[in-house]
């Protein structure tokens, strides 16, 4: 038989035990009274916090995080990709049909302007610049003999010989030209990027023998919206980048006179001459290009605008409550847009306009974020491949 003590004792969660049991049952009743108090707090109780209270005041109010109208810096990039390329490259071929006879450079070689490159079997026009030469001298010594032999010789006669030595220093000028492009020369500073032949084959006119490039300036094409392209201005700054995410710096240089009728866009050229090692001819790039900008608009994050048939509003709280606004954007950026009209500084503003608010509904500023803070540049990033 269990014997009840008639003590009296209050445990830490405030409720009270006005008997014990004694005995083998003691342990199931402490259990017992174990789930007993700890009831009120799986429930709600005294010390709990609703889930669905959250964010909320006491009174229903929701809180939302809220911003200014702020003066900032707001920058619109034109972001598009291409590949890189030489600004000057070549491929060499032979000017006359000859069999190789050395190659003195291969890939990678760096040349100077005039440095020879390969040597073609030139046999055959030496053997015609020497018989050119043995007739101009023949047709000279005629030349003298008529014009040593006084009147005589009429002058029809003289002018005739005159005419055929003339034709024949031209032939041997031409055969030595043609001996001289036996040597194939580079004609400019650069690189060989490839060699396409081989001693002993015959290089013709239609078969390229090497193919050079200046690797120390590169160029790449941009195609931009008619209506950006008479924002960008010649020698503006272009950030390049590459898929290692390596960057690098160029400047427009040239700008297409003529708009393409087909795309709507106008082709501008990127130079640069200072670039990562493994940027190079072929290679991919992504590049953006300033067209809009504006030192200190007046503006909030596009997070915070939203649009109601078009036209763009936000939610300021007004007397603790949601209101629209339509507003008036000026520049828009991809973080934050320009406000001409529609709001003020004295504004809160709602930082989320999307975030299931409805006109009217019981509103409160979590935080607001200060005109000072901030002052990131945005830009909008629109990637086209032109």
């Known amino acids: 038989m269990t014997t009840i003590a008639q003590t009296v004792k209050d445990d830490p969660l405030g409720t009270r035990v006005s008997a014990r049991p004694r005995g083998s049952s003691g342990i199931r009743w402490a259990i017992a009274l174990a789930l007993v108090t700890a009831a009120p707090a799986a429930c709600g109780g005294s010390g709990s916090k609703s889930w669905a209270a959250e964010g909320k005041r006491d009174d229903g109010t929701l809180k939302v995080a ?25 491929d060499l071929v032979a000017t006359q049909p000859a069999l190789v006879d050395a190659l003195l450079v291969e890939e990678g070689d760096r040349v100077e302007d005039g440095q020879v490159l390969a040597r073609l079997d030139g046999r055959g026009v030496a053997l015609q610049a020497a018989a050119a030469g043995v007739q101009l001298k023949n047709l000279e010594r005629e030349l003298e003999r008529l014009e040593s032999a006084g009147g005589v010789i009429s002058k029809e006669e003289l002018d005739k010989q005159a005419y055929a030595v003339a034709e024949a220093r031209a032939a041997v000028k031409l055969q030595r030209h043609q001996i001289g492009l036996t040597s194939v020369r580079a004609p400019f ?14 290089a013709g006119t239609a078969t390229p023998l090497f193919s050079i490039a200046d690797l120390t300036v590169l160029e790449m094409d941009l195609h931009l919206p008619e209506r950006d392209a008479a924002t960008v201005k010649i ?17 427009i240089v040239r700008r297409a006179p003529v708009v393409d009728a087909t795309t709507g866009t106008v082709k501008f050229t990127v130079r640069a001459s200072a670039f990562p090692a493994n940027a190079a001819p072929g290679a991919f ?13 007046p503006s909030l994050p596009r997070t915070a605008i939203f649009e109601i048939e078009g036209v763009p509003h936000v939610y300021v709280i007004d007397e603790g409550k949601a209101r629209r606004r339509p507003v008036e954007l000026g520049l828009v950026g991809t973080d934050a847009a320009e406000i001409r009209s529609g709001v003020g500084a004295e504004d809160i503003v709602v930082a989320d306009g999307n975030a299931g608010i409805t006109e009217g509904m019981p509103l409160g500023a979590a935080g607001a974020t200060s005109a000072g803070e901030d002052p990131a540049k945005t830009e909008a990033k629109t990637d086209t491949k032109g």
């Open 285 to 297: 790039a992504r590049a953006r290009v300033l067209v809009d900008a504006r030192p200190a608009a």
């Open 189 to 202: 500073t650069g690189t060989i990027t490839a060699r396409k032949i081989e001693v002993g084959a015959l």
């Open 66 to 90: 809220t911003v200014s109208l702020a003066p900032r810096p707001i920058e619109r990039h034109w972001a598009t990709s291409g590949t890189l390329r030489a600004r000057r490259s070549a």
């Open 235 to 251: 020698d503006a700054e272009v950030e390049l980048e590459l898929v290692d995410g390596s960057t690098f710096a160029g400047k």
